[in-house]
T-cell receptor
Framework: GQQVMQIPQYQHVQEGEDFTTYCNSSTTLSNIQWYKQRPGGHPVFLIQ?????EVKKQKRLTFQFGEAKKNSSLHITATQTTDVGTYFCAVLNNAGNMLTFGGGTRLMVKP | EAQVTQNPRYLITVTGKKLTVTCSQNMNHEYMSWYRQDPGLGLRQIYY???????DKGDVPEGYKVSRKEKRNFPLILESPSPNQTSLYFC????????????FGSGTQLSVL
C-alpha cells in the first residue's frame, strides 16, 4: 500500500500549549483523511482534505494539505485534556481501493 | 442509530481453535473493511469488500478469511489462530468506497494463547 510517515510518534504537552502532527508521503496524494482515537476507543473521522494548499478549521483544530499534496499537518491550538488520544492520517492508494494509515501520533496533555 | 457493530468485544482463545469475529453495519454501506491495530504499527488493512460477493486482500491478509454474502455483514474468520494474530481488530464501513469517511466499530481485542 501507499507509504505515509507520521511524526512525532508521541507528544507530551502542558494543557494550553499547542500541538502539531505531520504526515509525509514520497508520492503525490489524491487526498488525505484525519482520524482521532481516544484511549480505549475506536478511530473517528475528523476531516478530509482534497485540494492543494487546502486549509480547514474545526474550532481549535487546523488541518493543512501541502501545495505539492505530499504532506499534511494537524495543529491544535491551546490543547485541552479532551484532546488526549492518538491522531492518524490516512491516504488513499492510486487505485482508490485501500486506505493506508500513518503510524499515529499519541498526544498526552498534562492538566 | 447509525453504527458498525462488532462482536465480541474481547476474546481469548488458544492456538488452532477456529474463531469468527462478526461485523454488521446498518447504514447500507457498500464498502466494508477489516483492520488490525498493533502498537507502533498503526492500523493495517486485512481484507476489504467493495460490495456483496466482492472481497479483496489488504496489506496483511495471511491467516484470515472473510465473506460478504449480505451487504450489512462482513465477518472475519481465523481458521487456525496463532499468537502473532493477538491484536486489536476493527471493522469499518463507508458509503460508496474510500473517498468517503470510514465508520469504525468499537473493536475486538483478541488474545491467542
Amino acid at each position: 500500500g501507499q507509504q505515509v510517515m507520521q511524526i512525532p510518534q508521541y507528544q507530551h504537552v502542558q494543557e494550553g500549549e499547542d500541538f502539531t502532527t505531520y504526515c509525509n508521503s514520497s508520492t503525490t496524494l489524491s487526498n488525505i483523511q484525519w482520524y482521532k482515537q481516544r484511549p480505549g476507543g475506536h478511530p473517528v473521522f475528523l476531516i478530509q482534505l482534497v485540494k492543494s494548499g487546502e486549509v480547514k478549521k474545526q474550532k481549535r483544530l487546523t488541518f493543512q494539505f501541502g501545495e505539492a499534496k505530499k504532506n499534511s499537518s494537524l495543529h491544535i491550538t491551546a490543547t485541552q485534556t479532551t484532546d488526549v488520544g492518538t491522531y492518524f492520517c490516512a491516504v488513499l492508494n492510486n487505485a482508490g481501493n485501500m486506505l493506508t494509515f500513518g503510524g499515529g501520533t499519541r498526544l498526552m496533555v498534562k492538566p | 442509530e447509525a453504527q458498525v457493530t462488532q462482536n465480541p468485544r474481547y476474546l481469548i482463545t488458544v492456538t488452532g481453535k477456529k474463531l469468527t469475529v462478526t461485523c454488521s453495519q446498518n447504514m447500507n454501506h457498500e464498502y466494508m473493511s477489516w483492520y488490525r491495530q498493533d502498537p507502533g504499527l498503526g492500523l493495517r488493512q486485512i481484507y476489504y469488500s467493495m460490495n456483496v460477493e466482492v472481497t479483496d486482500k489488504g496489506d496483511v491478509p495471511e491467516g484470515y478469511k472473510v465473506s460478504r454474502k449480505e451487504k450489512r455483514n462482513f465477518p472475519l474468520i481465523l481458521e487456525s489462530p496463532s499468537p502473532n494474530q493477538t491484536s486489536l481488530y476493527f471493522c469499518a464501513s463507508s458509503h460508496g468506497g474510500l473517498g468517503e469517511k470510514l465508520f469504525f466499530g468499537s473493536g475486538t481485542q483478541l488474545s491467542v494463547l
